[in-house]
């Protein structure tokens, strides 16, 4: 079957999952489209701005481009979204907001960086300090399967805001598809970010994409990715820290850990504790070293030494 290459208009866009919206483009399996995609917060954070400065309105701060109508896609199928490039603009954000993220009791404050991303292959959070460049889109999903707008930001069983930093180029995502054609939305782009995405936000920043879609007769339970190589190939090789956070409840054990980081990161490298927070959701990673033990488990938090240059 013949396939065919698309740009979707960059105003087509929307904030909510909403599958009575008319498709943007209509696609079939095999085609390839590519994307210029707003960051969140578009029109609402200024490069180089303060946080006192933003204009956040919670109803507009994703835009999601689509959909897309996939041709012949049905319910109890499969779809696959292979990420062939991604590009992000000039300058991007990361915050901390108030009543957000893993510890909004401990950093009741909002707190706004911006980063200069021309030509650079590396984010300075602080003097010799910096995490690589790996972009990847939070969002790639479809309306949940169901009529009415729902919210773009939890993820759901047809994807969404999914916030996985592994789905960078080359990897590829499979979602069941949740409705006739699809009705597949993407945005969300991000600079970098680590697992967990601890403070709320990565590196939030506009960027141009482009996706290969390839439909499947096959039923999947639930949403799955493939990368090509290593994980994190860009942060290996230098070795990691890594705190443990020994806890009855893995929420609680998840916020020890961070809480020990942000510690040492203030202690042993001398940053405030808001660059260390920051700096813990765009290269940190929460991982769940151990659940065995019935009733207190072990939630690790590692950062990779690499971010630090050699003193």
Not at 88 to 107: E, R, V, Y
Request: proline residues 8%; glycine residues 10%.
């Amino acid at each position: 079957m013949a396939t065919a290459e698309h740009v979707l208009d960059p105003a087509r866009s929307h904030h909510a999952w909403d599958r009575s919206l008319e498709p943007a483009l209509a696609i079939r399996s095999g085609d390839v489209v590519h994307y210029d995609l707003l960051m969140a917060g578009h029109g609402q954070v200024d490069e180089g701005g303060r946080y006192e400065d933003c204009r956040f309105d919670w109803d507009t701060l994703y835009n999601l481009a689509g959909p897309l109508l996939i041709e012949g896609a049905e319910p109890g199928d499969t779809i696959e979204i292979e990420i062939l490039a991604l590009a992000p603009g000039a300058w991007g954000w990361a915050a901390i907001l108030p009543d957000l993220g893993l510890l909004p009791q401990d950093f009741p404050d909002g707190y706004l960086r911006t980063f200069d991303l021309r030509a650079a292959s590396r984010i300075e959070i602080a003097p010799a300090v910096a995490v690589p460049v790996a972009p990847f889109l939070g969002t790639m999903g479809q309306p949940p399967g169901a009529d009415g707008i729902t919210s773009p930001f939890p993820p759901h069983a047809g994807g969404g805001n999914l916030d996985t930093r592994h789905l960078t180029v080359g990897a590829r995502l499979f979602l069941p598809v949740m409705n006739r054609g699809v009705l597949f939305s993407c945005g969300d782009p991000h600079a970098a970010q680590g697992d967990g995405e601890v403070c709320v936000t990565a590196v939030e920043c506009p960027m141009r994409a482009t996706l290969r879609f390839l439909l499947h007769r096959r039923s999947i339970a639930a949403p799955m990715f493939r990368t090509p190589g290593p994980l994190t190939p860009l942060s290996e090789g230098s070795g990691h820290i890594a705190t443990m956070g020994i806890a009855p409840d893995l929420m609680e054990g998840a916020r020890v850990a961070v809480r020990a980081m942000i510690d040492w990161l203030v202690g042993e490298h001398e940053l405030g504790r808001e660059d260390a927070y920051v700096l813990c959701s765009l290269a940190g990673d929460l991982k769940v070293l151990e659940l065995v033990d019935a009733g207190m488990w072990n939630v690790g938090f590692t950062l990779p030494l690499s971010v630090f240059a050699p003193r």
